[in-house]
């Protein structure tokens, strides 16, 4: 039982580029979420899911895009990527709305 | 909206001591409330919850007790070990029925044990 898995776990990134930040659960999970940590700001929740095909913007959601297609998967997609985008991005999921999330061991993105 | 407001370190003390974070917060709906620690270099690993009023949620000689008329819960241990070094975090899902999920967290309160 692998858990939460994120790839990659390092990347960095040139002012403009694209990219993926993948993310799968193989605990059959229907609640996902993505969230960035930045220092002295706590973690911030950037989108959520509740299950496949039903997605929705959290608190900071300007500048990523999301899908879920199935219930393993939800990438995180920075698509003209910037600065102020650098940050430690960590996925997370749960069974049901009382349990706890489950956190992947994160990804740490530079852009310069 | 929601939020939670957390004490903020560094907080410092000697192996043995006792431990209390404070954590505080707001929500709509009916929240179910969570204590994170945080490892250098590491996830967060879910240390405790509680899902609703006068729980009590407790893992590894950690305790923290869900009071609704103080919207409090605070995080205490009665003898700290080097070992508890970490970033603890507190945070809040508020679960309205309207579809929205996720956490909402504190800004997370740096842990230094000294031997």
């Known amino acids: 039982n692998a858990g939460v898995t994120q790839t990659p776990k390092f990347q960095v990134l040139k002012t403009g580029q694209s990219m993926t930040l993948q993310c799968a659960q193989d605990m059959n999970h229907e609640y996902m979420s993505w969230y960035r940590q930045d220092p002295g700001m706590g973690l911030r929740l950037i989108h959520y899911s509740v299950g496949a095909g039903i997605t929705d913007q959290g608190e900071v959601p300007n500048g990523y895009n999301v899908s879920r297609s199935t219930t393993e998967d939800f990438p995180l997609r920075l698509l003209s990527a910037a600065p102020s985008q650098t940050s430690v991005y960590f996925c997370?999921?749960?069974?049901?709305?009382?349990?706890?999330?489950?956190f992947g061991s994160g990804t740490r993105l530079t852009v310069v | 909206g929601n939020s939670v407001t957390q004490m903020e370190g560094p907080v410092t003390l000697s192996e043995e001591a006792f431990l209390t974070i404070n954590c505080t917060y707001t929500?709509?709906?009916?929240?179910?409330l969570f204590w994170y620690v945080q490892y250098p270099g590491e996830g967060l690993q879910l240390l405790l919850k509680a899902t609703k009023a006068d729980d009590k949620g407790s893992n590894k000689g950690f305790e923290a007790t869900y009071r609704k008329e103080t919207t409090s819960f605070h995080l205490e241990k009665g003898s700290v070990q080097v070992s508890d070094s970490a970033v603890y975090f507190c945070?809040?899902?508020?679960?309205?029925?309207?579809?929205?999920?996720?956490?909402?967290f504190g800004k997370g309160t740096h842990l230094i044990i000294q031997p």
């Open positions: 945070a809040l899902s508020a679960y309205s029925g309207g579809g929205a999920d996720g956490l909402t």
């Open positions: 929500a709509t709906g009916y929240p179910s």
């Open positions: 997370a999921s749960r069974l049901q709305v009382s349990y706890g999330y489950t």
